[in-house]
């Protein structure tokens, strides 16, 4: 959100927002969300493993699996780099004992469901 002076409180740190500058009387409060690099990251794997999908058709997938199966912390160091994420989503499930999303949508399902 666009405001008048940058939220610099308490509350707003340990809500994981940002401040960035939006014009020059203006500052953008926003929370940065490292889900969307995951599902980035997924996207080019696919694609190098010869599955181009869109946006729009993954969240179609994701939404045809049931949430709340498997979660992933995205601010988790394994994700901070690119490479192959499906697998290092499925590592991470295995590692911490939940069920390992398989398919592409069950993976993107994971990926989408805010870990807070």
Sequence with gaps: METD?????EAARA??????????????CCCNVMG??????????????????????LAELAGAEPGLVSLVNPDAT???????MPRRIQDYCAHTGQPVPESVGAIA????????
Aim: hydrophobic share 40%.
């Design 5 to 9: 002076r940058a939220w610099v409180t």
């Design 15 to 28: 809500a994981n927002l940002t401040n960035e500058a939006a014009t020059p009387a203006r500052s953008g």
């Design 36 to 57: 969307l690099w995951l599902l980035q990251e997924c996207r080019r794997q696919w694609a190098r493993d010869g599955r181009e999908l869109s946006y729009p058709r």
């Design 78 to 84: 394994v994700f901070l780099s690119p490479g192959d």
């Design 109 to 116: 399902r994971c990926v989408v469901t805010r870990w807070r």
